[in-house]
């Protein structure tokens, strides 16, 4: 069932996203009177189509639907979706109709700008989606993060080797102080950091971050866990240490073990599962020593005190300007990610996934706010993408129509078309390069 519900987020997300892209590159080509051959959900290689407005079941149940300039359907290949533009090189290769004369509602006939617009749209659309969809996730809920400012971290096997210890409080990344406690490993990675301040204990030292393990930084989520101090909050009725336990209690050690975070205790009372364990407590100014008792699911069945999130909620006229400046870093944030990538020492292009990965992301049971968080995500990701200057993608056609502006220019149909191939072929192998990381991380 968790399965199902991942490939419906997946399936869901990535056909909003890529009816929102070509919807952009659609609505700017009709303002402009260019004619659209097709619209495509996912590609109808070879010709088959799950759904075609002037064939097949839908074609008979609309008759009209074949008089239709524009054919709208849905292929069978889920890795994108298209616009056939009239006169246009695009990933169709349709070269022969640019053998013809050229009409007055073709693409190549339109203005450099018009043109300019038409291949811009896509992108602009997602970005404008994005801010909606961020508008929206602040109205109804608001922004809510755990601050940096009084926390620790709890860091795994690469952040120890790195120079970071339990309880460790990160003041400084550099010049940078970070906020948001959830993006230290993030801020660690797209901020080429050197230096980082550390609270260790009463002195402040610094910490010499190895460019050479940034790669290592991208490839292991959850390098710093938040340090939770083993102080209970809440003992529930039905725990086996109900009348032993009191609000505010530390635990210190469990039989001489020293647990001055939660995470200290977990394999040690993994292996005493069903059994106890001799607990220093320490109660306001006393130390006590109590048997605790320790459940078959290797817990003493209380509640920790968890550091409080902070919570920022918006009215409607609010949530415009925060949805705007979130998407706007989030580009920012990404446009890191991919220089990172783009650069081999840091080995981050291990980190690039395909469908596998973004499936990963999506939570196990149907959450509107995880969902949409993703998807304004995905929104902005693909935009960004398409912005890269690579034949094939609409930042390539953006490059050689700026450039036909610059210099007066047009480049000719054969070097557009040579320059479509090499950039599908580079697609492609990006493609197989996504893959690959996803079979290698599943075979792990």
């Not at 700008?113 to 659309?125: H, I, K, T």
């Not at 230290?184 to 050479?212: E, P």
């Not at 395909?354 to 969902?371: E, K, L, N, R």
């Amino acid at each position: 069932m968790t399965v199902l519900i991942k490939i419906l987020q997946v399936i869901l997300a990535l056909s909003v996203l890529i009816i929102i892209h070509e919807a952009g590159h659609f609505s700017f080509a009709k303002l402009f009177g260019i004619r659209v051959d097709k619209f495509f959900l996912f590609f109808d290689a070879g010709g088959f189509k799950l759904l075609s407005t002037k064939e097949g079941w839908f074609s008979r149940l609309l008759p009209k639907g074949r008089e239709w300039e524009t054919e709208y359907g849905i292929g069978w290949l889920p890795l994108g979706g298209y616009c056939k533009i009239c006169g246009m090189i695009d990933e169709s290769m349709d070269l022969e109709s640019m053998k013809k004369d050229p009409e007055p509602w073709e693409f190549r006939v339109k203005p450099a700008w018009q043109r300019l617009l038409v291949m811009a749209g896509g992108v602009l659309y997602n970005f404008l989606f994005a801010i909606l969809v961020y508008i929206g996730i602040m109205a109804i809920w608001g922004s809510s993060y755990v601050s940096n400012e009084g926390n620790a971290v709890y860091p795994d096997a690469l952040a120890r080797e790195m120079g970071f210890l339990p309880g460790d409080r990160i003041l400084r990344m550099d010049d940078y102080v970070p906020e948001n406690f959830g993006m230290l490993q993030a801020d660690l990675a797209r901020r080429n950091v050197h230096k980082v301040s550390v609270l260790r204990g009463t002195d402040t030292l610094d910490i010499y971050i190895d460019q050479s393990r940034i790669g290592d930084v991208l490839n292991t989520p959850g390098m710093f866990q938040l340090a939770v101090p083993f102080v209970v909050d809440s003992v529930p009725p039905a725990s086996p240490n109900h009348d032993l336990l009191r609000k505010g209690d530390r635990i210190a050690a469990l039989d001489s073990v020293p647990t001055p975070f939660v995470q200290d205790s977990r394999a040690y009372l993994a292996a005493l599962r069903g059994g106890s364990a001799t607990a220093e407590i320490l109660r306001g100014a006393d130390t006590l020593y109590q048997t605790v008792q320790v459940d078959t699911a290797g817990r003493i069945g209380v509640f920790m005190r968890f550091p409080e999130t902070v919570n920022r909620s918006y009215t409607l006229a609010q949530a415009v300007p925060a949805g705007v400046k979130l998407t706007f870093s989030t580009i920012g944030g990404y446009l890191k990610d991919l220089k990172l990538v783009a650069t081999p020492r840091t080995e981050a292009y291990k980190s690039v996934g395909s469908f596998i990965a973004i499936g990963q992301v999506f939570p196990s049971t149907w959450d509107w706010y995880s969902f949409l968080q993703i998807l304004a995500l995905l929104s902005i990701m693909l935009g960004v993408m398409n912005l890269l200057p690579i034949p094939a993608l609409d930042g390539g056609h953006i490059a050689f129509t700026l450039y036909e502006m610059l210099t007066g220019k047009k480049p000719g149909d054969r070097f557009l078309a040579v320059a479509q191939l090499i950039g599908m072929a580079l697609l492609l192998l990006l493609m197989f390069l996504a893959f690959g990381n996803d079979i290698g991380r599943l075979m792990k």
